[in-house]
């Protein structure tokens, strides 16, 4: 075991806010609070390159070097976030659009258009400056690549944009007659006779073309991840050693994360539930879980707020222990950073209401207190660094099934423009109650209710690993997938899947002779018709003589695929409706395995009953505890750090697994109960270590 084993500890740290009196307060109370490393420029590109051909590091130098001399390290950010005004004026091309052709006011951040010429030009010479700057500085530990791609800048709709789209296009179906084809542009006479003619999918007057709509959303994904590539390459030739990463939103609608996976050192979130919803933590566990599993290893947490944000619509403070709590809560996933916006809060800027380690108060405050006892009892916890989750379940996450279901511009919610888009703006769909991310949610927090880790992976990562593999809303299926399912299936594994899955392939275009398409085989099961419910409309699911180990039936609601087995067993049928008596679940051996397809949305009793059914089939551990108690377990070297974590506001008892354990934060030994106190944390190791 490594003797520098340990868990970082700080936040991002703007001294270019503050007059020079305060760095060495700051590098104080930084040492006061344990801080071990910080997240420097990340909005400074003003202030290091005043025009175009001055850069300006004499400051950062300073700010460097003081913390080197303080042991404390540096993550470094490439301050590509927020570009200067002078950089702005000059190119008219730097500023996004949107879709009704206005473009944002300077004044702020994220205001770039990703496929701006002039901005990644100018991104890749502030990079290359900056990395031979600070190469082989004794600070510089990370690499930090913009700030949360996407935040406000998601969908451009300008000219370059549109000129790249059609590029894009011209590379992936190479002749006008197969982008036709494949966009089924004979639909309402939209065929396309020159490739000028495709423009951004912008607003029109009814239902858009879905193909075309998915591709532009592809194609701006991949335009996030070709603008961090140009910045990663650079910096990556000029410091080979040194780890890069860029912090991630945990809402990953905007762009498909998988993307960054091969170049990426270490995957970093920002991570912000809301304090005044009780089942933030539940959250908070799928977003670090995803996290986690996007390079199969710990993760870091860049950011959380140490006490309020300035963005929920009413931002309640985190009450004492809860910033503690959910820190370990990130931790226990399988972080191996805790880390908060910001260090020091602003005095001036759009953020001065946001919460800071150092609070407008100062030291003496209740936030700094709590800051500086975590940033000490982080000492304790070293051993758990680079310590694993081992799930042995996996949910699939598939962008395009998610763009598919849920309109690229994001149906029913909010749109960068802060209107909404109905359905008939963006793309019709049956429903406006399902949505893709809210289904891979329910699942996920079934499992989370059972305390069972969930890995997040994406649709091409490998599933051997794994003994069930959760596929909710499959909505997409393209190449490859059926054959890696049925390879999974075959050799013993379990397969799940939902209602209004195998619908489309990769074109968008629908697979006739029954849904499910191309799982119609490992599942046994072809899907005819569907039945969206009405708002509040329920049905039930009647469990038939072929299930065993559930109570007689369910409740079900949202929606009702009418199927029809091929080779599975019918093991639940609804009661309702004119399709009563057509399976809501099934299950078909195929090979060693099993695969199981829910034609509904069903009731939170039934998810526990057949998630236990099929985990204890498999032998995977379930732990169900009491309401708001979290069991998460971190594993080296056979052995288990059992992270017990009470997100109650009221005292929990948990009855521990036979043996004697050891609390690394108090030293505390237990045996058969624990009493967990409100917002209590207790980090459990087996006594008798295993030889
Ligand atoms: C994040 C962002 C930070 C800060 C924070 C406030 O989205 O990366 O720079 O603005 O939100 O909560």
Same mark, same amino acid.
């Given at each position: 075991?490594?003797?520098?084993?340990?868990?970082?500890?700080?936040?991002?740290?703007?001294?270019?806010?503050?007059?020079?009196?305060?760095?060495?307060?700051?590098?104080?109370?930084?040492?006061?609070?344990?801080?071990?490393?910080?997240?420097?420029?990340?909005?400074?590109?003003?202030?290091?390159?005043?025009?175009?051909?001055?850069?300006?590091?004499?400051?950062?130098?300073?700010?460097?070097?003081?913390?080197?001399?303080?042991?404390?390290?540096?993550?470094?950010?490439?301050?590509?976030?927020?570009?200067?005004?002078?950089?702005?004026?000059?190119?008219?091309?730097?500023?996004?659009?949107?879709?009704?052709?206005?473009?944002?006011?300077?004044?702020?951040?994220?205001?770039?258009?990703?496929?701006?010429?002039?901005?990644?030009?100018?991104?890749?010479?502030?990079?290359?400056?900056?990395?031979?700057?600070?190469?082989?500085?004794?600070?510089?530990?990370?690499?930090?690549?913009?700030?949360?791609?996407?935040?406000?800048?998601?969908?451009?709709?300008?000219?370059?944009?549109?000129?790249?789209?059609?590029?894009?296009?011209?590379?992936?179906?190479?002749?006008?007659?197969?982008?036709?084809?494949?966009?089924?542009?004979?639909?309402?006479?939209?065929?396309?006779?020159?490739?000028?003619?495709?423009?951004?999918?912008?607003?029109?007057?009814?239902?858009?073309?879905?193909?075309?709509?998915?591709?532009?959303?592809?194609?701006?994904?991949?335009?996030?991840?070709?603008?961090?590539?140009?910045?990663?390459?650079?910096?990556?030739?000029?410091?080979?050693?040194?780890?890069?990463?860029?912090?991630?939103?945990?809402?990953?609608?905007?762009?498909?994360?998988?993307?960054?996976?091969?170049?990426?050192?270490?995957?970093?979130?920002?991570?912000?539930?809301?304090?005044?919803?009780?089942?933030?933590?539940?959250?908070?566990?799928?977003?670090?879980?995803?996290?986690?599993?996007?390079?199969?290893?710990?993760?870091?947490?860049?950011?959380?707020?140490?006490?309020?944000?300035?963005?929920?619509?009413?931002?309640?403070?985190?009450?004492?222990?809860?910033?503690?709590?959910?820190?370990?809560?990130?931790?226990?996933?399988?972080?191996?950073?805790?880390?908060?916006?910001?260090?020091?809060?602003?005095?001036?800027?759009?953020?001065?209401?946001?919460?800071?380690?150092?609070?407008?108060?100062?030291?003496?405050?209740?936030?700094?207190?709590?800051?500086?006892?975590?940033?000490?009892?982080?000492?304790?916890?070293?051993?758990?660094?680079?310590?694993?989750?081992?799930?042995?379940?996996?949910?699939?996450?598939?962008?395009?099934?998610?763009?598919?279901?849920?309109?690229?511009?994001?149906?029913?919610?909010?749109?960068?423009?802060?209107?909404?888009?109905?359905?008939?703006?963006?793309?019709?769909?049956?429903?406006?109650?399902?949505?893709?991310?809210?289904?891979?949610?329910? #699942? %996920?927090?079934?499992?989370? =209710?059972?305390? $069972?880790? /969930?890995?997040?992976? @994406?649709?091409?990562?490998? +599933?051997?690993?794994?003994?069930?593999?959760?596929?909710?809303?499959?909505?997409?299926?393209?190449?490859?997938?059926?054959?890696?399912?049925?390879?999974?299936?075959?050799?013993?594994?379990?397969?799940?899947?939902? #209602? %209004?899955?195998?619908?489309? =392939?990769?074109? $968008?275009? /629908?697979?006739?002779? @029954?849904?499910?398409?191309? +799982?119609?085989?490992?599942?046994?099961?072809?899907?005819?018709?569907?039945?969206?419910?009405?708002?509040?409309?329920?049905?039930?699911?009647?469990?038939?003589?072929?299930?065993?180990?559930?109570?007689?039936?369910?409740?079900?609601?949202?929606?009702? =695929?009418?199927?029809?087995?091929?080779?599975?067993?019918?093991?639940?049928?609804?009661?309702?409706?004119?399709?009563?008596?057509?399976?809501?679940?099934?299950?078909?051996?195929?090979?060693?395995?099993?695969?199981?397809?829910?034609?509904?949305?069903?009731?939170?009793?039934?998810?526990?009953?057949?998630?236990?059914?099929?985990?204890?089939?498999?032998?995977?551990?379930?732990?169900?505890?009491?309401?708001?108690?979290?069991?998460?377990?971190?594993?080296?070297?056979?052995?288990?750090?059992?992270?017990?974590?009470?997100?109650?506001?009221?005292?929990?008892?948990?009855?521990?697994?036979?043996?004697?354990?050891?609390?690394?934060?108090?030293?505390?030994?237990?045996?058969?109960?624990?009493?967990?106190?409100?917002?209590?944390?207790?980090?459990?190791?087996?006594?008798?270590?295993?030889?």
């Amino acid at each position: 075991m490594s003797d520098d084993r340990k868990i970082i500890f700080g936040g991002d740290y703007f001294p270019e806010q503050w007059p020079e009196e305060i760095w060495e307060e700051d590098l104080h109370l930084m040492k006061q609070a344990n801080v071990n490393m910080v997240s420097l420029g990340i909005f400074a590109w003003a202030l290091l390159q005043p025009d175009e051909d001055t850069f300006t590091f004499g400051w950062l130098d300073k700010v460097m070097d003081l913390l080197a001399d303080n042991g404390i390290d540096v993550c470094l950010g490439t301050s590509t976030a927020a570009q200067p005004n002078w950089l702005t004026q000059k190119y008219d091309d730097i500023l996004f659009m949107r879709e009704t052709g206005e473009r944002p006011a300077c004044g702020s951040r994220q205001t770039y258009c990703i496929n701006s010429p002039s901005y990644r030009k100018a991104v890749r010479r502030l990079a290359k400056e900056m990395a031979l700057h600070y190469k082989g500085h004794r600070a510089l530990k990370l690499w930090h690549i913009n700030n949360e791609y996407a935040n406000k800048n998601s969908m451009c709709f300008c000219k370059n944009c549109e000129k790249n789209f059609q590029k894009w296009l011209k590379k992936k179906y190479k002749t006008l007659a197969n982008l036709n084809e494949c966009w089924g542009t004979v639909f309402w006479s939209e065929k396309y006779s020159n490739w000028k003619e495709i423009n951004t999918p912008r607003a029109s007057a009814g239902g858009r073309n879905a193909t075309k709509l998915l591709d532009y959303k592809r194609f701006l994904s991949e335009s996030f991840f070709t603008l961090y590539k140009e910045e990663y390459d650079v910096i990556r030739t000029i410091t080979p050693d040194i780890p890069v990463t860029t912090n991630f939103e945990g809402d990953w609608s905007k762009f498909d994360h998988f993307l960054f996976r091969d170049n990426l050192d270490v995957a970093s979130l920002n991570f912000y539930p809301n304090p005044s919803d009780l089942n933030s933590y539940k959250w908070a566990a799928l977003r670090h879980s995803m996290m986690r599993s996007l390079l199969g290893k710990p993760f870091m947490v860049m950011e959380q707020a140490p006490s309020q944000v300035d963005w929920y619509p009413v931002n309640i403070a985190k009450h004492p222990g809860l910033m503690r709590l959910w820190s370990y809560q990130a931790l226990a996933h399988g972080s191996d950073s805790v880390m908060f916006f910001q260090w020091r809060a602003s005095k001036k800027g759009a953020e001065k209401y946001h919460s800071g380690m150092v609070p407008h108060y100062g030291e003496n405050s209740r936030v700094f207190k709590e800051i500086s006892a975590l940033g000490n009892e982080l000492k304790k916890v070293k051993d758990i660094a680079d310590s694993k989750v081992n799930s042995e379940v996996a949910i699939l996450l598939d962008n395009d099934s998610w763009w598919s279901v849920d309109s690229p511009y994001g149906r029913g919610t909010k749109s960068l423009d802060n209107e909404v888009f109905w359905s008939a703006n963006g793309q019709p769909f049956p429903t406006v109650l399902v949505s893709y991310f809210g289904e891979l949610e329910y #699942y %996920f927090n079934a499992f989370h =209710d059972l305390n $069972v880790p /969930v890995d997040v992976i @994406g649709i091409d990562y490998d +599933l051997s690993k794994y003994k069930i593999v959760v596929a909710p809303l499959l909505h997409m299926i393209k190449p490859g997938l059926k054959e890696a399912v049925q390879d999974f299936v075959k050799k013993g594994g379990i397969f799940i899947t939902t #209602y %209004f899955s195998g619908v489309i =392939d990769e074109f $968008v275009g /629908v697979f006739l002779d @029954g849904y499910l398409g191309p +799982l119609k085989d490992v599942l046994g099961v072809k899907v005819e018709e569907y039945n969206p419910l009405p708002p509040g409309g329920k049905n039930r699911m009647l469990m038939t003589e072929n299930a065993e180990g559930f109570r007689k039936d369910y409740g079900c609601s949202i929606w009702c =695929d009418v199927a029809h087995p091929i080779t599975a067993k019918t093991l639940a049928a609804f009661t309702d409706g004119y399709y009563s008596g057509a399976p809501s679940l099934t299950e078909n051996k195929f090979g060693d395995g099993k695969a199981y397809y829910v034609a509904t949305r069903p009731d939170r009793d039934f998810m526990r009953d057949f998630l236990s059914k099929i985990l204890s089939e498999q032998n995977i551990k379930v732990s169900p505890l009491p309401e708001e108690v979290e069991l998460v377990v971190r594993s080296r070297n056979g052995e288990d750090y059992n992270f017990y974590l009470n997100h109650g506001e009221t005292e929990k008892h948990v009855k521990l697994p036979e043996g004697k354990y050891e609390d690394l934060l108090t030293g505390a030994v237990y045996e058969n109960i624990l009493h967990l106190a409100k917002y209590g944390v207790y980090i459990l190791r087996t006594k008798e270590r295993k030889s």
